[in-house]
Nanobody
């Protein structure tokens, strides 16, 4: 059974940093992504990474502040978040899929981890 387990969320002051981790049990996915959902808002894409880390993509609002990376030996993807802002407050979800980079969609999702940034 494929499972994604996120960790690393928490409460941090504006300007601080957090690193989220997402461990995939038993499988190496072709692509990973992070999404987030703030209260009262729709889930939005944050960042994605391809099978070898050679291609990444970010939503404009986090470019230069967040970095997605992966360790295939550990079946884990990370999201390093620096210079956090109160508007980054959300539940962050890890997503993964076996389809190629240019095929849309993610079939596997974690349970989410809360990130709260205080002003």
């Amino acid at each position: 059974q494929v499972q994604l387990v996120e960790s690393g969320g928490g409460l941090v002051q504006a300007g601080g940093s957090l690193r989220l981790s997402c461990a995939a049990s038993g499988r190496t996915f072709n692509k990973y992504a992070w999404f987030r959902q703030a209260p009262g808002k729709e889930r939005e894409f944050v960042a994605a990474i391809n099978w070898n880390g050679g291609i990444t993509n970010y939503v404009d609002s986090v470019k230069g502040r967040f970095t997605i990376s992966r360790d295939n030996a550990k079946n884990t993807v990370y999201l390093q978040m620096n210079s956090l802002k109160p508007e980054d407050t959300a539940v962050y979800y890890c997503a993964a899929d076996f389809r190629g980079w240019f095929q849309s969609g993610y079939d596997y999702w974690g349970q989410g981890t809360q990130v709260t940034v205080s002003s």
